[in-house]
């Protein structure tokens, strides 16, 4: 075999190799985590239906309200649910909300995290799994005052994830920038185009190669 022909096929397969390589590189890897909170409630009829905002709320009410999270990624995931309060009136102007305006009870499953109105569940979530519901049922606590008839509220939920156990990792050294981290990652993004542009090449010289010998006997 031509030794040109030879080094040209050694070339190709060497770019096949290194493409791969990129492509599958976490860079171009697909995110594993895919979570979504599904928030339903039940209407006059025993029904789940979507969740809707509370509106027309008066002390004493129960609302059939059940939020989760499915994971629809590929790995295990931790999940935590934070819930933002907000509310108006009857004549539309904001309100605040206290600590008492609703009484939940959350699931044995999530446990509240320490200064904040967040909740992690107990369990590793598996990929297509869901949750047990954060909770099912929220209350306006009757004690509240007369500003709170008729009032309308909004809790508004957001899930996150992170996968594996969300540990605290062991301090280590920093370690140095580079230098030009955007060309870097320029690079990083067009190896899998320069590396097809560099098989495509070597076989186009190893055909002109193969017709110039076929040619010359």
């Known amino acids: 075999m031509n030794l040109t022909r030879k080094y040209s096929i050694i070339i190709s397969i060497l770019f096949i190799i290194l493409s791969g390589y990129f492509i599958s590189s976490p860079v171009f890897a697909e995110n594993p985590a895919d979570i979504e909170i599904v928030e339903t409630s039940l209407d006059s009829g025993g029904q789940i239906i979507p969740w809707h905002d509370i509106t027309g709320a008066m002390p004493g009410d129960i609302y059939d309200l059940s939020p989760s999270v499915i994971n629809h990624g590929t790995e295990p995931v931790k999940v935590s649910i934070c819930i933002t309060k907000s509310g108006q009136n009857n004549v539309g102007d904001p309100i605040d909300i206290p600590n008492n305006t609703f009484l939940i009870d959350f699931s044995s499953h999530w446990n509240k995290q320490t200064g904040a109105n967040c909740f992690d569940y107990s369990i ?12 099912e049922k929220v209350a306006i606590n009757s004690e509240i005052g ?3 008839q008729n009032a309308s509220f909004n809790l508004v939920l957001t899930a996150t994830s992170i996968a594996g156990e969300p540990d605290t990792p062991e301090p280590i050294e920093p370690t140095p920038t580079p230098p030009d981290t955007g060309f870097i990652t320029f690079i990083s993004s067009a190896l899998p185009s320069i590396s097809v542009l560099a098989v495509i090449i070597s076989f186009t010289i190893i055909i002109i190669i193969s017709f110039s010998h076929k040619k010359r006997g």
Do not use: D, S
Request: charged share 20%.
């Open 124 to 135: 590793e979530l598996q990929p297509e799994a869901t949750t047990a519901p954060l909770f």
């Open 146 to 148: 007369n500003e709170y």
